[in-house]
């Protein structure tokens, strides 16, 4: 049982960090004078989501790899998006 407790808490802490980046990101405005500060955030929110994600990968189950693995391709799109800004 310990090892399936580990599993679900490894994926929520995962969907936890991603949904924290997705808020970060909602809440930039790119004309406001805290851009800056906000972009920061972001960036270290993403960082900790995809660390999160990579941990939670490790013992997955199926259902909950698809959906780290979709996660993953959100933030490398939030990051595609910082690197354009």
């Known amino acids: 049982m310990p090892y399936h407790k580990n599993k679900q808490q490894s994926f929520q802490a995962a969907q936890q960090g991603y949904e924290q980046a997705i808020d970060a ?13 906000d972009l ?15 941990n939670a990968l490790v ?5 909950q790899r ?10 490398q799109s939030i990051e595609a998006e910082m690197n354009n800004e």
């Open 40 to 54: 920061k955030h972001l960036q270290q929110e993403v960082g900790e989501a995809k660390q999160q994600i990579e």
């Open 25 to 37: 990101k909602n809440e930039i405005v790119v004309s406001s004078s805290g851009y800056g500060k």
């Open 66 to 75: 698809a959906q780290l693995l979709q996660f993953q391709q959100d933030l």
């Open 59 to 63: 013992n997955a189950s199926e259902h």
